[in-house]
Structures are given as structure tokens and as C-alpha cells.
């Protein structure tokens, strides 16, 4: 009897951890896109389309991931152009998009909550390194810390930023609430190529500034730099550009509408050369 007793208490121990196990992985709610992408190969003169698989992680961050999904969606990524912030080890995705061979900044996706730790929100506190995805905001770096109003850290909207190099002083500063594995050939080739294109003479420097009289009446203006830097209409030591004053943020405004320059790909073939074709959510 006592045999068969213990026999039970094992099964039902196994059970219970097999059960543990099911509920602990069912948690776990992860969204998996695949982002369609044209990439020009520098070396082969031609585009090749590659695919970049994330896995969204809804448990760690669910207002950022259902933020990016309603973009999804909506189409927002689609013809969006990846970028990198001048002096930035990460490259940027959502906010500019083609528009023949210019490029446009897009309409602003509604915010969402800052979901990490110097927010106050127990979120997604993963480390900011190459094969993760965060959520680009606004913000001020001050005393080495980003250390900003709640209105900046609140500011994030559905860009995002991967980066190409460990980030630690991002650490528990932005939501980073997705992953794509390197260890995949597919996605390995394809971020490689990316970095690519946006490293030596492959990019065109962009100059993105703001005129207008206040935040909610706003031009935004996305200018090559060269062509810039010859318009009789600009003029940098007064920050005027065709009679009006740039708008420079300041005190606790949101960062985003600073004076800031941007690597944009170049136009390879009439077609710029890192553009996204779609986003799939599987």
C-alpha cells in the first residue's frame, strides 16, 4: 500500500510540474512579426528582399506591443525608410518614410506610457543590445542619466530603435519589448546588411528641423544637408529657414523637436536602399 501510495505522490508531483511548466510558458505572451524588407547589396549592385523575424513580448511590455501592433496594422511601417541618429549605435525604424526620392516624416502615432523602470512601471526592463528592439522617445541627457519630465518618458509612440552595439546607459530608460534572434541566418543577413548600408559613404546626411510659432502648429522640414547648406533660404546663425525661426525645444519641451541630423540611405537604382515592403503579424 505504501508502495503504491509514493507511486501516486510521484505521478502527481510529475503532473503538477508538467502543469507549472504549461501555465509559466502560457504567460508568456509573445507576438511574432515578420518585417519584409528591400535591401540594396553594395557588393552585387542590386536589392535583395530580406526578412527580419521579432518576437514581441506582450507579457513584458503590453502597452508598447499593442501600441506597435495597432501601426502594424494601420500600415505605418510600410514604405518606412530605416535611419540612424547622427553619432547613434542603433538604427531607427517608423518615423520617415519614402516618398519618391525624398523622404517625409510621418504622422505622430498616438503616445504610450513608458513602461520601464525609471518610469515608475514594473515593465520591460531588458538590456538595451544587438538582436533587441526598444521604443524610441524623447528625451535629455543630463548628468549621464536620462533623467527627463514624465511628458518625455510618456512620449513614445511606435518607432523603434535596434541597436548595433550594448547600451547599458539605456538600461531601465526605454521599453525594450522585442527580440530577434541572431543565431537565424535569415535575420543575421538581414541586420548585417542594414548596418551595411548605414556605415562609410552608403548614407546621405538629413537635417530635420521644425518652424512654427508653437508645438501644435509645427512645419516639419527633412532636408538633405548638402542641399541645405546652399539654400539662400536657410540661414543657420539666425536658425531662420524661408523667414521663419527654426523651433528649438527647451526646459522640459520634448527633445524631438530639436534641430537634429539623421543618416538616411541613398537612392540606389531609384529606389532608397533599406526600405520596408510590409509587416506581418503571424
Not at 505572451?29 to 521579432?54: G, M, P
Not at 552595439?165 to 538581414?190: C, H, I, P, R, W
Not at 531662420?240 to 540611405?265: C, N, Q, R, W
Request: net charge negative; aromatic share 12%; charged share 25%.
Amino acid at each position: 500500500m505504501k508502495k503504491i501510495f509514493k507511486v501516486l505522490v510521484n505521478v502527481l508531483a510529475l503532473c503538477l510540474g508538467v502543469f507549472a511548466a504549461f501555465t509559466m510558458t502560457a504567460c508568456k505572451d509573445i507576438k511574432t512579426v515578420e518585417v519584409k524588407l528591400s535591401i540594396y547589396n553594395y557588393t552585387d549592385n542590386a536589392f535583395e528582399e530580406k526578412t527580419l523575424t521579432v518576437d514581441l513580448y506582450r507579457h513584458l511590455a503590453p502597452k508598447t506591443v499593442d501600441n506597435v501592433l495597432s501601426a502594424i496594422k494601420d500600415g505605418y511601417y510600410d514604405g518606412a525608410v530605416a535611419y540612424k541618429n547622427e553619432g547613434a549605435n542603433y538604427i531607427s525604424l517608423g518615423e520617415f518614410k519614402a516618398d519618391g526620392d525624398s523622404i517625409v516624416k510621418q504622422a505622430d502615432r498616438p503616445t504610450v506610457e513608458g513602461e520601464f523602470k525609471a518610469n515608475g512601471v514594473d515593465g520591460s526592463n531588458l538590456s538595451n543590445k544587438k538582436g533587441y528592439v526598444g521604443l524610441w522617445r524623447s528625451y535629455t541627457k543630463d548628468g549621464g542619466s536620462f533623467t527627463v519630465s514624465d511628458s518625455a518618458r510618456n512620449s513614445g509612440t511606435a518607432v523603434w530603435y535596434m541597436p548595433t552595439a550594448t547600451k547599458a546607459d539605456m538600461d531601465g530608460y526605454f521599453a525594450v519589448f522585442g527580440k530577434f534572434d541572431l543565431d537565424s541566418t535569415a535575420n543575421s543577413e538581414a541586420f548585417t546588411m542594414m548596418q551595411t548600408v548605414l556605415t562609410g559613404s552608403n548614407y546621405d546626411s538629413y537635417e530635420v528641423f521644425y518652424t512654427g510659432e508653437s508645438k501644435d502648429a509645427l512645419t516639419v522640414h527633412v532636408i538633405k544637408t548638402s542641399e541645405l547648406e546652399i539654400d539662400e533660404n536657410y540661414d543657420e546663425a539666425a536658425g531662420t529657414y524661408g523667414g521663419e525661426t527654426i523651433y528649438e525645444a527647451k526646459g522640459s519641451d520634448l527633445a524631438s523637436f530639436d534641430k537634429h541630423t539623421v543618416y538616411m540611405p541613398k537612392v540606389e537604382n531609384g529606389a532608397f536602399a533599406i526600405v520596408v515592403k510590409s509587416v506581418k503579424i503571424k
